[in-house]
């Protein structure tokens, strides 16, 4: 442990450790230092000069953004002369600011207003013309006005450090000095709004929400984002019940500020025309709306009729419906249907990983985990494409913590530039082109290794061999596609495991078995869509709860709309297995969530009496799942709950392991009914494959 | 410009060959002691070098006037990254001239305090990053630096002593900043040239974040005589701590502008009425800019003082890059600083908020007033804004832009609030006389 530094800023007295800043030290002791270009995590500028103080012995004013604290130092942000250095930076800052604040989409969320509200002068004594560029589109996320601009780089940093793309640079000088796209008049990046987010004043501005409403008119939920299985929370601003952007600024949540474009401009998709609205049935070969008593009274017979003849009921369930849903789902079908089969499209093989890991505490990786290790191997994944925020995490630990970087891989992928050591390898060749960087590894401290599909199967058990032969900890990531594919596999949505991977006795159907089985009286899909490109299978009834008319559902028998993730509360477990509140954003008339659909069923079947909620389902999963003994209240209260792979997981030994193979602009289905996903180019991959 | 006599009163150092015929071949230059200083220091130890340096009083000739011997002491010889040698050529400061002059008639000099410092710090590689303007130079330079290769003087194991060197020019494109170190050095590795945050100084993190001694091009060329004849006869040219000789552009209202090589302190009124033969016309002194455009400007019953770095901060301006700008009675105060002003607009690099909002503002306010379309209070908004950029910048150029429009208003203030209510100014006075 370092000797601590003392110093004193505004007569307080502060301890920090060797390095630490003075705006940061002030910041310990409630001492607000201002800043526009100083942002955490990102390199430094001392562009703004917002941050000037006194300090003892030094003649000129210092920027507290750059001045590390030092023994004895006295610092003073009090002074006449500080207050009068702030007022100037704001004075020069406004001069050719256009203040077309009531028309900006950062009026009521603008730092500089702030500023000015709080450090400026109350006149301004700027009499020339303001210098005025007419505003520029990037893309059809990113629009630039020059005039708001004042320069402070955050958005240059965050694109270049923080996302490893470095679209933005400056071109010109002096006072026509402006942001611009590397590339000249466009964008091709990731199109994450980083830059906008970032951007303290309305310089920045989305496609997706710019003109369409004011800050302040919005309620904004904290929720998890609905696509990809990293679990960022997202603010949702909403405003009239529609969904108007996403943004994490407050920080909160395991992806700190990071989103990618999903996650701040995608979550439109509750409210596309296309969205189902009302149950449909099929009748003389056509679907034709239904009210909710006829589809549910269909659907109950045909249950009903299934059970008496004693037929079998296939269930495929969803990598999108929440822990309590599936979990519900898999008690459903097992213990009220009297059927194992079940399962889900499985996207990463982790219950080969729970098997290998089954018992031992301390092997699985969390986001954080990402940030702080000292090395991290990536094993067939293009994280950038698929995995944003971890993509993000390793570069930031590359960044802040020197960590080593180690790649297996098929082709180049981003993290390929900050590599220790990258290997390309043939499609298999993964778990030998291991070996290469056997050496190097032993020799690091600890290790955290990710994969995705290209390892399963018996594979995973030799790459967790791979990992206790090096001799140092090793924490794992098994890579899964979508929000909640990582909790349908711990809920048991699985042929031959039930909840936290404990085996069968009687295994079931697989999915591909269910799809071409001619004896199923009943095929049950919720929220998934195997059938895309495919015939409908033989079974007699099929049943289908979706948000959209996707290729499964035109099939279908009875179609029930079912609620969206933004649309319901409840739980889903990430990437790292992290369990997350969900919490309901808006309501969209018509629809019902999962839980509603398969409670009522319940009812009127007789396996309950009342509806149940999914507080109720949620006690049940942590009582009942291994791995899941979570803090019910810490989690209501939105603290990310890890759990573990219990001792008694097994390896199902059954169905194949496939990633969808998403990119940035993709998610499914769902990323097809998200107006921004289907505007933007596919840049990146040409960037990151090339 | 050269006049073909050096004047009496000069001290020839640095200029002495200047004069010969095909100055700036290798042959005259090796004719001349050439190439002797460096063949001296490689007898010599990094230690004794940097200390002949330091006993020399040689301060850096590019303005800031950093003493140059404690500068390369800063450079970490142990340092496992490899060191560089980079010569500041991008002379842009209005006013000055005189490295031009370096490099046009004796660039083997300059080549050869490069090789000397190469050998204080354990460098490898040298770079002259030279202003765009001055593409004809880059020839000459080039032509030299071949000509040294063939001598076995730059290259590898130069002189059979096992020390590897060599030296490549590299042109800026036109912008002033460039010729501050850190921006230089960003400049020179491709990048938007905006200067660097400090520390960690060239010393331990120049270019290409290794150790790196960077310098003045009449700094350098000042090295090979103080090696040659030691530090202690070099200083003894000039003041106490301000040792040498100091090349000075004079420019503006004289007879006989141009660069003259004088003793540090020589005296400005001196060296304006003898030197430099006097006002133009016969007429009365204005003004002087003692050290090029930046430096405060000094009214002349100010001008009886040494040129020092010393004495003119004691006056409240600046040696500077040593380009003195003479301003005779004609001068109109208030065309001057806005056109000052225009060139500091212009040349701001943008990256910080005083610089690139305050330098604009100053020059529209000043070029308002010089034509007449003053408004109350522009006095002191210049004042204001000048006194709110000073001190506070990121790098020295905000100061640059403050420091003239200060003094400006504070020396001729009369002349400032006669443009604003419309009177003549007190150029206008001298030219009705006339």
Redesign the interface.
């Known amino acids: 442990m370092p000797e601590l530094i003392r110093l004193t800023i505004d007569g307080r007295s502060v301890e920090v450790e060797p390095g630490t800043l003075v705006i940061e030290a002030a910041r310990r002791v409630g001492v607000k230092i201002p800043s526009f270009c100083y942002y955490e995590g990102l390199s ?7 941050c ?1 103080v006194e300090v003892e012995k030094m ?3 210092q920027t507290a953004c ?1 001045l590390v604290a030092t023994p004895g130092m006295v610092v003073r942000t009090d002074t006449p002369q500080v207050a009068e ?1 702030r007022r ?2 704001v ?3 406004l ?2 600011h256009p203040l077309d604040c009531p028309v900006c989409d950062k009026g009521g969320e603008c730092e500089l207003q702030d500023m000015a509200f709080r450090y400026g002068a109350a006149e301004s ?4 013309a303001k ?1 005025h560029v007419p505003e520029q589109q990037w893309s059809p996320v990113v629009f630039y006005d020059r005039p708001r601009c ?2 402070c780089y955050r958005c240059v940093r965050v694109c270049d450090e923080g996302m490893g793309v470095g679209a933005l ?2 071109v ?6 402006e942001i611009a796209p590397n590339r000249g008049d466009h964008l091709e990046c990731d199109e994450c709004g980083a830059c906008i987010d970032i951007c303290p004043v309305g310089a920045l501005t989305s496609g997706m929400y710019r003109y369409q409403t004011r800050p302040w008119e919005m309620n904004h939920v904290g929720t998890i984002c609905a696509f990809c299985a990293d679990g960022c929370k997202t603010t949702l601003g909403v405003y009239h019940d529609r969904i108007m952007r996403g943004n994490n600024r407050d920080r909160s949540g395991l992806n700190g500020e990071f989103l990618c474009i999903k996650g701040r401009y995608a979550a439109d998709f509750p409210h596309h025309p296309a969205r189902l609205s009302r149950p449909l049935v099929r009748q003389d070969g056509e679907l034709r709306p239904a009210s909710w008593l006829e589809a549910l009274s269909l659907v109950e017979a045909r249950l009903r009729e299934a059970l008496a003849a004693g037929s079998p009921i296939g269930v495929i369930g969803s990598n999108h419906t929440t822990n309590e849903e599936n979990y519900f789902l898999q008690k459903f079908a097992r213990q009220w249907l009297k059927t194992n089969h079940l399962d889900h499209q499985r996207t990463g093989d982790v219950p080969a990983l729970a098997s290998a890991l089954a018992g031992r505490e301390g092997t699985l990786a969390s986001t954080e985990d990402l940030y702080t290790a000292r090395a991290v191997l990536v094993v067939g994944a293009d994280l950038a494409q698929q995995h944003p925020l971890l993509s993000w995490q390793i570069r930031a630990n590359w960044r802040h913590h020197r960590a080593r970087i180690y790649v297996v891989t098929t082709g180049p992928v981003r993290e390929d530039r900050y590599a220790a050591r990258s290997v390309r390898v043939e499609p298999g060749g993964e778990l030998e082109g291991l070996l290469a960087l056997a050496e190097a590894l032993r020799a690091e401290p600890d290790l955290v290794i990710l994969f995705g599909d290209a390892i399963q199967g018996e594979d995973v058990a030799r790459l967790v061999a791979f990992g206790d032969s090096l001799g140092i900890p090793v924490k794992y990531v098994c890579l899964v596609d979508y929000a909640n594919s990582r909790g349908a596999a711990d809920m048991g949505l699985l042929p031959d495991l039930g909840p936290g991977y404990q085996p069968l006795e009687r295994p079931g159907m697989t999915l591909e078995e269910m799809l071409e089985c001619p004896d199923l009286a009943v095929l049950w899909v919720v929220g998934a869509n195997p059938l895309i490109g495919r015939q409908r299978p033989p079974s007699r009834f099929l049943l289908v709860q979706d948000l959209f008319l996707t290729e499964t559902a035109r099939l279908a028998d009875v179609v029930l709309p079912a609620a969206s993730a933004y649309e319901k509360d409840g739980t889903v477990t990430n990437v790292c297995g992290e369990v997350q509140r969900l919490r309901k954003v808006v309501a969209v008339a018509g629809v019902k969530t999962d839980l509603e659909i398969f409670s009522l069923l319940a009812c009127r079947m007789g396996f309950q009496k009342d509806p149940v909620g999914w507080e109720t389902v949620l006690r049940e999963i942590a009582d009942a799942v291994p791995g899941y003994r979570l803090s019910v209240p810490a989690l209501l209260a939105g603290a990310p709950q890890r759990t573990h792979f219990a001792s008694q997981a097994s390896s199902s030994r059954r169905g194949k392991v496939r990633s969808a193979r998403d990119t940035l602009f993709t998610s499914g289905t769902l990323g097809r009914f998200a107006t921004i996903l289907s505007q933007v180019r596919e840049a990146p991959g040409a960037l990151y494959r090339g | 410009m050269l006049h073909p006599e050096p004047h009496p009163a000069e001290v020839v150092l640095l200029t002495r060959r200047f004069r010969l015929p095909d100055s700036a071949s290798i042959g005259t230059y090796l004719a001349t002691e050439g190439y002797q200083a460096f063949r001296k220091a490689l007898a010599m130890t990094p230690e004794e070098i940097i200390e002949e340096v330091k006993k020399s009083n040689l301060r850096g000739r590019g303005g800031a006037g950093f003493p140059t011997g404690l500068k390369w002491s800063f450079v970490p010889r142990n340092s496992p990254k490899p060191k560089y040698v980079v010569a500041n050529a991008d002379e842009g400061e209005p006013g000055t001239c005189k490295d031009r002059l370096l490099m046009q008639y004796d660039p083997h000099s300059l080549l050869e305090g490069m090789l000397i410092a190469a050998r204080a710090v354990d460098a490898r590689a040298g770079y002259i990053y030279i202003r765009g303007e001055y593409r004809y130079l880059i020839e000459i330079l080039d032509r030299a630096i071949e000509e040294a290769r063939r001598h076995g003087l730059l290259g590898r194991n130069i002189l059979g002593s096992g020390m590897d060197f060599d030296i490549y020019t590299h042109s800026g494109a036109g ?1 002033y ?1 460039c010729g501050e170190e850190t921006a230089l050095l960003e400049s020179l590795e491709g990048k ?1 040239g ?1 200067p660097r ?1 400090r520390p960690p100084f060239p010393a331990t993190s120049g270019a290409f974040g290794c150790p790196t001694v960077l310098n003045n091009v009449e700094t350098f060329c000042s090295v090979p005589p103080i090696i040659l004849r030691g530090g202690l006869a070099f200083a003894g040219l000039g003041t106490p701590k301000n040792g040498g000789t100091r090349l000075f552009a004079i420019s503006g209202h004289v007879n006989r502008p141009g660069v003259y090589e004088l003793p540090m302190g020589f005296n400005l009124l001196r060296m304006i009425h003898e030197v430099a033969g006097g006002v133009r016309g016969g007429r009365k002194l204005k003004a002087v800019i003692p050290g090029g455009s930046s430096c405060p400007v000094l009214r002349a019953e100010e001008c009886d003082l040494p040129m020092d770095f010393d004495s003119l901060a004691r006056a409240g301006s600046m040696l500077g890059s040593g380009g003195v700008i003479v301003m005779d009675e004609t001068t109109c105060m208030v065309k001057a600083a806005a056109r000052i002003l225009r060139f500091y ?10 610089c ?6 100053l020059a ?2 000043l070029t ?1 007033l010089e034509r007449g379309h003053g ?1 109350r ?1 522009d006095v002191e ?1 210049v004042r ?1 804004v000048a006194r ?1 950029m000073l ?4 790098c020295p150029l905000g100061d640059a832009a403050a420091m003239p429009a200060l003094s400006f208003i504070e020396k001729f203030r009369d002349e400032f609030e006669a443009h604003l209510e419309g009177r003549p100014c007190a150029a206008e006075e001298v030219a009705l006389h006339a």
Not at chain 1, 44 to 50: D, I, Q, T
Request: glycine share 12%; proline share 3%; aromatic share 8%.
């Open positions: 430094l500028a001392g562009a703004c000069r917002m000037l003649p000129k004013l750059t250095a100037a930076m004075e020069f800052l001069t050719n004594r700027y009499l020339e210098h004042i320069l640079g400056v010109n000088r002096g006072g026509r000095s | 912008s900043e938007r905006v945050l607009a212009r040349e701001s690099c943008g990256f910080c908020t005083p690139r909002e305050g330098t604009q503002w529209q306010v308002r408004q209070g908004v204001d709110n001190g506070r910048t990121f």
